[in-house]
């Protein structure tokens, strides 16, 4: 049994149909009598549309129907609902302005849609919507978010002065400008955080089916099916829930972007009802890039004030965050309180203030992208820390170990509102620099110096937070939904189990992983455990995977519902052992009258209870499943230490990333394989951040990246091996001890790498070099430096 | 993409049949940018007129000349023991096309119809003087590159095969890839043959290819990294995009022709 | 509309398209061999590669009459009838080299090609330039590079599949 339990690398159930090519991608189901949606995007980043003449599109062959945002509002179609809300600074509420399913009057940035033709053929519904005509009249668009605040700068929304959804802060100010006063340094760092295109590989896809009783089915690309089954039914198209299922089946990753309630479900479903025939929309990868919620884009700048012997005193940061055209889903979430609330970091920084200011602007709406809001966080620290490092003359692994929260601090009370578990940064830190050789370090720099290569190392010490959350606290924070998650155990009578779960795995294993739990926890054969996922209709209720949650929410929801089926079980025991409840124990799948060796096994106590001939029927109701919504005590912290080698080439400023190591406290590992291969796919996407991934928009909204033509994804030669190492606190407050691996990859990569990449031109005088660091922008400082070396 | 009307032709001269009676039917070689710019719709082509069976592919060697048929894959060059040693920066130009799937379906002829500004195979076919011959002609590669996608083929008019001149004494192709499509963002192939010492640079232009005169002559002088090291190309006419400025791209073609001059020896 | 034969995991089909119609839709669409993905429209991913006569190539890059006569393989062709995976599919799977498994049918073809056209043997750096026509946004490559070492191990006769 212990060989596929906790903590064993049990290799993946899924991979044998995704090796076979039988996996289930929503755009791998087709129904009888589907038709094809295909949509007329704005090629404008910001117009009003004067009008639309869809005549020639309606009379295209195969097409069956075309309808704007007109005909959706005309049948009551409601708007995208927005999940969190913000206050101002006074305490006024955000501003959240409509966001309509098709366009209404005018489109705000490149990609927003205002027309779907539906005809019998992908093709035809593609020919006819070339068909409508538009009549556009352009307005002045803003992309930047310093040009959007600045007085005079076009307005997105008309209601929205100044663009600026909420100017939001945390923080004693008061205490940060004491310490500021009397600090002996001060270290100032100006730094951008570059948008991100998530870019999962499976391009977004709906398919959705109305029957003759108006019962609706949605397939759809997302990460939590509930989620979207109440945004859409409850918000959007005013439908009851018991007559819409909404199935999640293989999603081809998420990365946050298939959280977010997108227009096109909304649209197919709707569209589905009136034709009374399915309709399937899947995008186009052209799509995937000016529809796909996108990722990071802050502005910031931060101080950091230390006392004389590096003690840090106080930070204060003020960041303008790029929202988009719309607030998507949970948009307003991220720049607050899942950036500014992490900004202690694994530091003791006794006072920190940050005000966030999130701007509306002409682009593809900003939401949750692996990481939301802690990488940004992290990268603005870690860089600080790094830039206080260099001008205070003290070693950086030194200050970072000055001011480490000590392990026997916990629980930690931070100044932003968290209050950490545990955690241990010595560990992590000491064991990612053996693991690095980080004190031969300087000889590999002097060989590669002979072979005229710049090379560089760089450490980031950082933290997450994640398990999002108390729901009474996310309810505080502005969230309009709680945050528990579901599990229904069904012991069935020959004593195998099924496994219905809220989370949704998309790449994640959970389907190994939660039967390895259910496998440990109840005592049953690993192969008798079933996971069942994302489908409405199948599971009771869930609020999806996003935030590294569904060990550490859904995983402790199964725990819950496997302890009330023991504890049923062992009433059941009792009875058929003639003892009494309390005296019964249970442990590896027996129930055992304790001290004896009277024993009934769970499949035994199922059977009775299904087959309930000899069975307390007055007291206990005949079968075996329960159902728990587990809601989480406080976030997890996952932290620990990576450390980047790189090497640079100063004829071409190529940045090669020569080593890379990881070492992470992600709290109980499960299945060490499945952990290893999060850090590394996230710790890629970070070295993707810092090295190569660019959303660009010229200055009037037009996306200049807009394929993988010109936006750069990592491939295999633009990364090295990344070796990953776990040294685990456990989570003080749920079940498994978990505190979750999905998104630390990519919260603690980026500064490691930036890090390493200053240190590399620490010749030249470099104090920082803002992602991506593209092989120019590194040749343009190693020229811009070299006369003044020259003139040395 | 649009719909068309598709053809196989058996013979090359109903090829040119087809083409040369619609000026809007566009001959069809190893498909991997005619396609892709199809699905974006930015061409809308009558017929497609598939060159597949036309007996086009194939690589022979003379003592004067190494001559590639049109329809050649890249991967069949890349791996061809003769044309590694006959012209090694020619195969090894040819396995840093596109990718893999790329280099088995693309072919020298598409390649060269398209005068892509980024594309590999202009550099080495301007480094080395090569002939491209038609259905009707022969075309010194001085005369055929013509500016961006702009090539000296009439309508109707199809590759047959490429003749590069041989003895050469010298050959190599260094490429600094676009990030993101891996196209040359600056490529540079140099080389020392019948023709003379010659140096051509793709991705960088404005107008695509075109070869660096004083390159050529200092080369000439000396063959070696050193005596280039000086010579820039004026940013001036150079392409500037996200991925890089003019003046990035005149530094990299410096630096790309020495590293070149180096690797061929 | 055109007809066009092929064979398909070597299956004869004869199946009529329109000349428009990619190779990879004429195999999801047409035939139902929805193994093969489609992950981006500028040719880039990889995620449709298939065979063509044995060479790996992206069936979104090519025009379904293109393939008139030729020999296709796509993921669904290689595991043996019973039920036995081809030595890469075992190695992506003992070594974890697939999450979301949407790139992995068009990764798992390159795969073999790589290997198959690499009897004298790869290295880490061949694996990954190898590679540069696949996309995967999961794994970081890694276990991916791994795998494929590995098996071309047991393609090679080097080391016998792991017992199962």
Same mark, same amino acid.
């Given at each position: ?33 589907? *038709? ?30 075309? %309808? ?11 708007? /995208? ?8 600074? #006074? ?80 923080? #004693? ?76 089946? #293989? ?36 799509? &995937? ?10 502005? &910031? ?25 719309? /607030? ?21 920084? =006794? ?26 966080? +992290? ?41 950490? #578990? ?37 450490? &980031? ?78 599971? =009771? ?25 023991? +504890? ?11 003892? &009494? ?26 059977? +009775?209870? %299904? ?108 990364? =090295? ?39 590399? *031109? ?31 | ?246 003046? %990035? ?17 | ?25 004429? /195999? ?132 016998? +599949?792991?017992?199962?």
């Amino acid at each position: 049994m212990a060989k596929e339990g906790i903590g064993a690398a049990v290799r993946r159930r899924e991979d044998s149909r995704f090796l076979t090519g039988q996996g289930h991608y929503v755009d791998d189901f087709n129904r009888p009598g589907q *038709l094809y949606a295909y949509i007329r995007r704005s090629d404008r980043p910001h117009a009003r549309i004067r009008g639309i003449d869809v005549s020639a599109a309606r009379n295209a062959p195969g097409v069956v129907a075309v %309808y704007t945002g007109e005909d959706l509002a005309a049948d009551g179609v409601g708007g /995208l609902p927005c999940g969190w809300q913000i206050h101002n600074k #006074d305490g006024s509420p955000m501003a959240e302005p409509p966001h309509p399913v098709l366009a209404l009057g005018k489109v705000r940035h490149i990609g927003d849609p205002i027309a779907v033709v539906i005809a019998e053929s992908k093709a035809q519904a593609k020919d006819a919507a070339e068909l409508i005509a538009i009549d556009f009249e352009d307005l002045p668009a803003v992309a930047d978010v310093r040009a959007a605040t600045a007085p005079g700068a076009p307005r997105v929304h008309d209601d929205v002065p100044g663009n600026v959804c909420y100017d939001w802060h945390i923080g #004693d100010l008061a205490a940060v400008e004491a310490a500021f006063a009397r600090a002996k340094h001060v270290v100032r760092l100006d730094l951008v955080n570059n948008r991100l295109i998530p870019n999962a590989m499976e391009p977004r896809a709906a398919l959705a089916e109305c029957d003759v009783t108006g019962n609706y089915t949605l397939y759809t690309t997302s990460q939590n099916p509930h989620v979207i089954r109440l945004l859409m039914g409850a918000f959007v198209l005013h439908l009851p829930e018991h007559r819409l299922r909404v199935v999640a089946p #293989d999603v081809g990753g998420g990365f946050g972007s298939k959280i977010y309630h997108y227009a096109e479900e909304a649209i197919v479903t709707w569209a589905a009802g009136k034709l009374r025939r399915p309709v399937k929309w899947t995008a186009e990868r052209s799509e &995937s890039f000016i529809s796909d919620a996108q990722g990071r884009d802050h502005v &910031s700048h931060a101080e950091l004030a230390l006392d004389e012997e590096g003690n840090f005193l106080a930070l204060r940061v003020s960041t303008l965050a790029n929202l988009g055209a719309y /607030l998507s889903t949970f948009a307003p979430s991220v720049p607050t309180y899942l950036y500014a609330t992490l900004l202690a970091g694994v530091y003791k920084t =006794p006072a920190i203030y940050a005000e966030v200011k999130a701007v509306f602007t002409n682009t593809v709406p900003v939401d949750a992208y692996r990481g939301a809001g802690r990488p940004e966080a +992290a990268y603005l620290l870690e860089r600080l820390v790094d830039v206080a490092a260099m001008e205070t003359g003290i070693d950086r692994i030194a200050l970072r170990r000055k001011n480490f929260i000590p392990p026997e601090a916990f629980p930690y009370q931070t100044p932003v509102a968290l209050q950490y #578990d545990s955690g241990n940064y010595e560990m992590t830190l000491r064991e990612a620099l053996k693991a690095a050789d980080y004190e031969g370090f300087e000889a590999r720099r002097a060989e590669a110096r002979r072979r005229g290569k710049l090379r560089g190392i760089g450490i &980031s010490t950082y933290l997450e937070a994640c398990g999002i959350a108390p729901s009474k606290v996310v309810g505080q924070l502005g969230a309009r939904a709680g945050l528990y998650e579901v599990a229904t155990i069904r012991v069935h009578p020959t004593g195998s189990v099924t496994v219905y779960t809220g989370a949704h795995s998309h790449g994640q294993g959970h389907e190994t992983t939660f039967a390895q739990i259910v496998a440990d926890h109840l005592g049953v054969p690993y192969e008798q455990v079933e996971i069942v996922h994302g489908d409405t209709a199948q599971v =009771p209720f869930g609020m999806g995977t996003y935030g590294s949650r569904s060990l550490a929410v859904g995983g402790s929801a199964m725990v819950k519902a496997m302890d009330k089926i023991i +504890a049923k079980g062992k009433k059941i025991a009792a009875y058929l052992l003639e003892a &009494s409840a309390e005296d019964i124990e249970f442990a590896d799948g027996v129930f055992r009258v304790a001290g004896t060796d009277k024993t009934k096994t769970l499949g035994e106590i199922a059977f +009775a209870a %299904y087959v309930p001939h000899n069975y307390p029927i007055e007291e206990l109701e005949p079968g075996l499943e329960e159902t728990a919504f587990y809601d989480p005590k406080n976030f997890t912290f996952p932290g620990g230490c990576h450390v980047c080698e790189v090497e640079i080439d100063p004829e071409t400023g190529v940045t090669r990333v020569v080593n890379f190591v990881a070492v992470d406290d992600v709290g109980r590992v499960i299945n060490p394989l499945i952990v290893e291969g999060q850090v590394q796919g996230g710790v890629a996407q970070g070295i993707g951040q810092a090295l190569l991934e660019h959303a660009v928009y010229d200055a009037n909204g037009q996306l200049l990246s807009g394929s993988f033509m010109d936006y750069t994804m990592p491939r295999a030669d633009n990364l =090295p091996s990344i070796t990953v190492g776990t040294e685990s606190t456990m989570c003080t407050h749920n079940p498994l001890g978990a505190k979750g691996c999905g998104e630390v990859g990519a919260i603690g990569s980026p500064p490691a790498v930036i890090n390493a990449i200053v240190d590399a *031109l620490k010749e030249f005088g470099v104090k920082h070099v803002d992602m991506p660091a593209t092989p120019e922008k590194i040749w343009s400082i190693i020229e811009a430096h070299r006369p003044r070396l020259a003139a040395e | 993409m649009y719909n068309f009307a598709y053809h196989k032709p058996a013979s090359l001269a109903d090829a040119v049949k087809i083409l040369s009676a619609d000026p809007e039917a566009r001959p069809l070689a190893g498909g991997q940018t005619l396609i892709p710019v199809l699905k974006q719709r930015l061409n809308k082509p009558s017929q497609l007129v598939d060159l597949a069976a036309l007996g086009l592919a194939g690589i022979k060697v003379s003592p004067t000349a190494l001559t590639i048929g049109a329809m050649t894959p890249h991967a069949a060059v890349a791996r061809s023991a003769e044309v590694r040693k006959a012209i090694p920066g020619l195969a090894d130009l040819a396995s840093w096309i596109g990718d893999e799937q790329v280099r088995h379906r693309g072919t020298i002829g598409g390649s060269l119809a398209n005068n892509d500004p980024s594309a590999c195979y202009p550099a080495a076919v301007l480094a080395l003087g090569a002939t491209i011959k038609t259905d009707r002609r022969e075309i010194a590669a001085d005369d055929f590159f013509q500016g961006m996608f702009t090539t000296a083929l009439e309508p109707g008019e199809i590759i047959t095969e490429v003749a590069f001149p041989l003895p050469v004494e010298k050959s190599a192709y260094e490429k600094f890839r676009q990030p993101a499509s891996r196209y040359a963002m600056v490529g540079v192939f140099v080389a020392k043959g019948p023709k003379g010492v010659r140096v051509a640079v793709t991705g960088a232009g404005q107008n695509g290819v075109f070869r660096v005169p004083e390159m050529e002559d200092a080369l000439a002088k000396s063959w070696s990294p050193d005596s280039i090291a000086a010579i820039k190309v004026s940013p001036d006419g150079l392409v500037s995009d996200i991925h890089g400025s003019a003046a %990035y791209r005149s530094h990299l073609i410096t630096v790309m022709a020495k590293r070149a001059v180096a690797k061929a020896g | 509309m055109p007809q066009v034969s092929l064979k398909v995991n070597g299956k004869k089909v004869t199946v009529e398209v329109e000349p428009r119609t990619l190779l990879v839709e004429l /195999l999801r669409e047409k035939l139902g061999l929805t193994g093969t993905h489609i992950g981006c429209d500028t040719s880039q991913c990889g995620a449709c590669t298939v065979h063509l006569n044995g060479d790996s190539v992206k069936s979104c890059t090519m025009l379904a009459v293109q393939a008139e006569g030729a020999e296709v393989l796509t993921i669904e062709g290689l595991a043996r009838p019973d039920g036995t995976l081809h030595p890469m599919q075992e190695m992506f799977r003992e070594h974890h080299a697939l999450q979301c498994g949407y790139c992995t049918p068009g990764m798992v073809m390159s795969a073999i090609d790589l290997v198959n056209k690499h009897p004298e043997g790869l290295t880490e750096e061949q694996i990954r330039e190898g590679l540069e026509g696949n996309l995967c946004r999961c794994t970081g490559y890694h276990n991916i590079v791994k795998a494929i070492a590995a098996a071309w191990e047991i393609m090679h006769g080097k080391k016998a +599949a792991r017992a199962a």
